[in-house]
């Protein structure tokens, strides 16, 4: 059934549709009862729901139209029957015609909502916390016009997975059937089709656009798209790439690959709060000075083990030093191996502090300062309420989103621990290893010689760094006018510094608008 009802919404003529009573907050809607059967004996599934409402803003000197949809879309299992609702919040310009680009945008985890690059830079609104690296404090906090943002060239669809958001596995389908490395961009690709399809738009110009673990699943819904249903896609942007995890990994002590990928973000890191003596030299030429050192000295040496001689084995360990601020001693006493994870709890030790993991310009007070490792993230501490806060107002007072099921954000609690990493799916045979989907991207650019990716990265990331980016992507063959490397100022989420949110705008713009050429 449908309802249609008028509010005024800061000055704006608010039209809000809902479609379908209200959902209860279990892990699947509220199912009708025994006697509520289909012909089949199938449990009965409500119509999706969705908001929908009208509004206008000047976005980069444009002025806009737009409309959002703020809701379902219903899987469908083999069998055409619904088995899951995807959430997303849609923003599509008016009377801008049929071809106009449109962008589909998440977030990572696995298990993480659409809320940081909705609210952070890329939604029509945006949340504003403090740009150099200090906690948000508590609520109000301000929620303004992003006008900087790309409305202005693409329509954006944020996409909230199975079990993060609002989104719900449906009926007798549980979740984890969409918890998994293949399940999960299953899931989003078929979202994708059915989206294209419902809104007419299979002609307009396609990004993906994918935060952290939403890198790793791009490379696989590109695949997966281009491959198996020849839906060709006009660009990728990776912010914060996570596609090889052998070099985000820096907690397992044999991994070499990334003891060598966290030395320029350890040596970037250590520039921030000016623990080391550059000489003059700048932010740039610093990390330069730590990526050759790693790939030339320290990766020799490290390959070498027990059978490095004690000349080179003490150049590099001073070299080491002087690049992270780090001392002699402790280099030698961690073995030349300097695990990014305990770096941010070892920089600043003799002041009892440590620095963010997801931005290392943050600052947290330990309790305990004799810890190997930091027991929490400053950087997300400080942040997270906010993002929180503000996404929660802003859908219910804009979006005219008046619904009792929960917005999942931390996701499902049984999300993570039921992810299945099994690139074949859950019950295939496979031999573990790194997840890596870099082969997906390398079969996708393969099929689609148009394809380009653009990568985002913040040098203070020391999650995902900027280096293992670099290194993932330039060993596949993928020729290097087809990927741009760009580098700001800011963390995992760089967009939280102000200069680094404008510039990573005008960056996607420019990306978009030369793919479009």
């Known amino acids: 059934m449908h309802t249609l009802f008028k509010a005024g919404v800061a000055a704006l003529a608010l039209i809000a549709l809902q479609i379908a009573p209200v959902y209860g907050d279990s892990h699947s809607p509220v199912e009708k009862s025994e006697g509520d059967k289909t012909d089949h004996g199938r449990t009965a599934i409500e119509a999706p729901t969705e908001f929908v409402t009208e509004h206008s803003g000047t976005f980069n000197g444009a002025k806009l139209r737009y409309r959002a949809r703020a809701g379902e879309t219903y899987l469908q299992d083999d069998e055409g029957e619904p088995n899951a609702a995807i959430f997303s919040f849609d923003y599509l310009a008016i009377n801008d015609g049929k071809n106009r680009p449109v962008t589909f945008v998440w977030n990572g985890g696995p298990g993480s909502a659409s809320l940081w690059l909705h609210m952070g830079t890329f939604g029509p609104k945006r949340v504003v916390v403090p740009s150099e690296a200090g906690h948000a ?92 249903h020849s839906v060709a896609l006009n660009g990728i942007v990776f912010i914060s790439q996570a596609l090889d995890y052998a070099g985000s990994t820096p907690y397992v002590a044999d991994n070499l690959i990334s003891h060598i990928t966290y030395v320029p973000t350890m040596a970037a890191t250590a520039y921030y709060h000016q623990r080391v003596d550059t000489k003059g030299a700048s932010l740039e030429e610093w990390v330069q000075q730590a990526r050759e050192f790693a790939v030339d000295e320290l990766l020799p040496a490290l390959f070498k083990g027990n059978t490095l001689d004690a000349g080179t084995r003490a150049q590099v360990r001073d070299e080491l030093a002087r690049l992270t601020g780090l001392s002699p001693d402790y280099v030698e006493r961690a073995n030349l191996r300097v695990r990014g994870n305990r770096f941010a709890k070892e920089l600043l030790r ?139 100022g800011g963390g995992h989420m760089m967009y939280v510094n102000e200069e680094a949110r404008l510039t990573l705008l005008r960056d996607v713009r420019a990306f978009f608008k030369a793919q479009l050429k």
């Open 137 to 228: 404090g508590a609520p109000p906090y301000p929620l303004v016009d992003s006008s900087e943002t790309i409305l202005d060239v693409t329509d954006l669809v944020f996409i909230d997975p199975v079990g993060t958001g609002f989104s719900r596995a449906l009926g007798e389908h549980d979740g984890k059937e969409f918890w998994g490395l293949k399940e999960d961009a299953e899931s989003i690709s078929a979202f994708i089709r059915r989206w294209l399809s419902e809104n007419q738009r299979w002609n307009s110009p396609k990004f993906l656009l994918g935060e952290s673990y939403g890198t790793t699943r791009a490379a696989l819904v590109a695949d997966i798209l281009e491959n198996e």
């Open 350 to 488: 003799d002041e009892g502090k440590i620095v963010g993991s997801l931005d290392a310009r943050y600052l947290g007070d330990p309790v305990d300062d004799l810890t190997a490792r930091a027991d929490f993230d400053a950087a997300s501490n400080a942040i997270s309420g906010a993002y929180k806060a503000a996404m929660m107002s802003y859908v219910q007072s804009d979006l005219g989103v008046a619904w009792e099921r929960r917005y999942l954000s931390p996701a499902d609690p049984r999300l993570s621990d039921e992810w299945n990493w099994n690139p074949k799916g859950r019950d295939a045979a496979w031999e573990p290893h790194w997840v890596n989907t870099s082969h997906n991207l390398v079969s996708a650019m393969e099929a689609n010689p148009g394809l380009k990716v653009l990568v985002a990265s913040g040098y203070y990331d020391l999650v995902t760094p900027f280096f293992d980016a670099e290194y993932t992507l330039n060993r596949y063959g993928i020729t290097p006018e087809r990927v741009d490397y760009k580098y700001y």
